[in-house]
């Protein structure tokens, strides 16, 4: 909450992050240039940084915050050691913090990291000072999570497991290459910087670099680059107005590990009851938001009058297509697993089908076509 005097600063976090950063950009080169690493180092380093940051998305993200799906108790139990190695705070608290993100994303009062608050203070800013001391330890959000009992065992022993994997596990790879001080440096010190960054990025530059394909009634953005960063995490449009979904890049040319992981663990059995958005809705949000942006390039050019009735009238078109399209496909689907219906009866609905698959395309081709008209 913003007060005219500003919150008493939080010393511990400020320690930790200068501490670490400053380690990170001086002592982490100074010692590759005087002692120089080895490949070792270099895969010990992306096995770790993989290791906290898919327990951070995966874990404290799509499955704790947000549901998206069920995992195995192992499963679960590495996400746990994941997410305390990534020094985060328990998952419980990071759930309750980011679930309130949601309900009130971008209200300055209420948003524990609102974009509208600047860059800085969206990054890392808030965890500097007690902004929200009050319900800091407030979980009443986080009910079904306290149901949990990895949950509830990582966040009794939080501390002792950070300590335990932030000292004991880079201790223990230099004890194994003979290297204690290099390995402390890279997959300690490094690897956490850049965990903290890289995880931060999706409440600072997530909310003011990128595209808004789905909706812009926050300021969540796509972005591939980020995606790239941060395990997937970067189409942050799109998980904004459909949270629940599994995923977040929804297409296969989109680069999303996070959601590669989840399938993969379904397929091993280790998750299960993945949830997703239906195709229906996705392409009603882009549809809406593009004859949104139309309409706002064109509001106050008087030639463009007549092709704002033509856009509307197209767009309600194409939705109700769209509409026709995926009921006929979910018809088809039903007659196919049921084995009931009869042949022509089939043969019938997959005529129909086919007809509505090919007005879909010429409308959504001629839909793009009067968009590029207001641009």
């Known amino acids: 909450m913003r007060h005219s005097v500003k919150p008493p600063i939080i010393w511990l976090n400020v320690l930790l992050f200068l501490t670490t950063f400053i380690a990170a950009i001086i002592a982490v080169p ?32 799509r499955l704790w915050s947000h549901k998206t799906y069920q995992a195995h108790p192992a499963l679960r139990v590495i996400f746990a050691i994941g997410g305390a190695f990534a020094l985060q705070n328990s998952a419980l608290h990071w759930s309750s913090d980011h679930r309130i993100h949601h309900k009130h994303v971008d209200k300055n009062d209420v948003d524990p990291y609102s974009a509208k608050r600047g860059l800085w203070f969206s990054h890392i800013g808030w965890m500097l000072r007690h902004y929200n001391k009050e319900s800091y330890h407030d979980y009443g959000n986080c009910r079904d ?85 941060t395990f997937g995490e970067g189409y942050h449009n799109f998980h904004h107005i459909f949270e629940n979904d599994y995923r977040n890049g929804i297409y296969w040319w989109q680069y999303d590990p996070t959601k590669w992981f989840i399938k993969s663990s379904q397929w091993l059995g280790l998750a299960d009851k993945l949830r997703t958005t239906p195709k229906l809705k ?23 009058q007549h092709l704002k009735q033509a856009l509307n009238d197209e767009f309600e078109l194409l939705v109700g297509k769209i509409k026709d399209y995926y009921e006929l496909k979910r018809q088809l689907v039903e007659h196919k697993r049921s084995g009931l219906v009869a042949k022509y009866e089939h043969s019938l609905l997959l005529i129909r089908y086919r007809q509505i698959k090919a007005e879909r395309k010429a409308l959504q081709k001629n839909w793009q076509l009067m968009l590029t008209h207001c641009y």
């Open 145 to 229: 999570l306290q149901k949990d009992w990895v949950v509830m065992w990582q966040h009794k022993y939080y501390l002792l497991l950070a300590i335990a994997t932030n000292i004991g596990i880079p201790l223990a790879l230099g004890l194994i290459y003979h290297d204690i001080a290099g390995m402390l440096l890279i997959v300690g010190v490094l690897r956490l910087v850049l965990s903290h960054h890289t995880t931060f990025f999706i409440n600072s530059l997530a909310h003011v670099w990128g595209s808004q394909p789905y909706t812009d009634k926050n300021t969540a953005r796509d972005n591939g680059i980020l995606a790239v960063l």
């Open 30 to 61: 100074w010692y590759g240039m005087v002692q120089g690493y080895q490949a070792e180092h270099w895969l010990w380093l992306l096995v770790a940084f993989s290791f906290c940051n898919l327990s951070i998305t995966a874990g404290y993200h």
């Open 282 to 304: 996705i392409e009603q949000a882009k549809a809406k938001q593009a004859l949104k942006k139309a309409l706002e390039k064109i509001e106050d050019r008087p030639d463009m």
